[in-house]
C-alpha cells in the first residue's frame, strides 16, 4: 500500500471539545461517589476520544491544517476529472445525477489561501490512491462546490 501525502491533525476545536469533556469529567470527581465513577467516566471517554477526534488534515509539501470536502463523482469520468483538476480543461462537463463510484477530495486551508485537490477511486483502495495531491484556483473550486449543490 502506498503512503498517503495527506494526514489527519488537530483543529483547535478539536482540542477544544476533547479538553471540555475531561474538565467536565474532572469537575465531578469531587462529589460523592456516585458523581465520581461518573466522573471517570466522563474522563476515560475524553482520553479514548483523543487519539481519534481528529478533524483536521496535513498535505506534504504545504503548511498549515486543511479542511476536507468530498464530493462523489462517476469513475467512468475519471479522465475528464483528472484534465480539469491538472488544468487542461476549464470545464467539467459531468452531471452530479451520474453513478459514483470516485470522490474528488478538496482540502481547504483555513484561511482560504490554497486549495487542492484529489482524485480518489474505490477500485484503487487496496492499492492505495497514486493520483496526487495538486492546488486548484479558486475558479475550478466553485464548479466543483456548484456541482456538490446541484445534488
Keep these: 500500500m502506498k503512503k498517503s501525502p495527506v494526514k489527519k491533525a488537530f483543529l483547535a476545536t478539536d482540542i477544544l471539545v476533547i479538553a471540555a469533556v ?4 474532572c469537575v465531578l470527581l469531587p462529589f460523592g461517589p456516585g ?5 471517570y ?9 483523543a487519539p481519534i477526534y481528529l478533524h483536521g488534515y496535513t498535505v506534504e509539501g504545504h503548511s498549515g491544517i486543511f479542511r476536507l470536502e468530498e ?3 462517476s469513475r467512468d469520468s475519471k479522465e ?3 484534465a ?3 488544468g487542461e480543461t476549464d470545464e467539467l462537463p459531468i452531471s ?3 453513478p459514483g463510484g ?7 486551508h483555513k484561511n482560504g489561501e490554497e486549495i487542492l485537490a484529489q482524485y480518489f477511486d474505490y477500485t484503487d483502495m487496496m492499492a492505495g490512491n497514486d493520483t496526487p495531491v495538486v492546488a486548484i484556483t479558486v475558479a475550478q473550486y466553485d464548479q466543483l462546490k456548484e456541482l456538490c449543490s446541484k445534488k
Design 22 to 25: 475531561l474538565a467536565a469529567g
Design 84 to 86: 480539469f483538476l491538472n
Design 35 to 39: 458523581w465520581r465513577e461518573f466522573g
Design 71 to 73: 464530493i462523489p463523482v
Design 80 to 82: 475528464m476529472v483528472l
Design 96 to 98: 452530479s445525477s451520474e
Design 102 to 108: 470516485a470522490l474528488i477530495s478538496l482540502y481547504t
Design 41 to 49: 467516566i466522563i474522563i476515560a471517554c475524553g482520553l479514548v476520544m
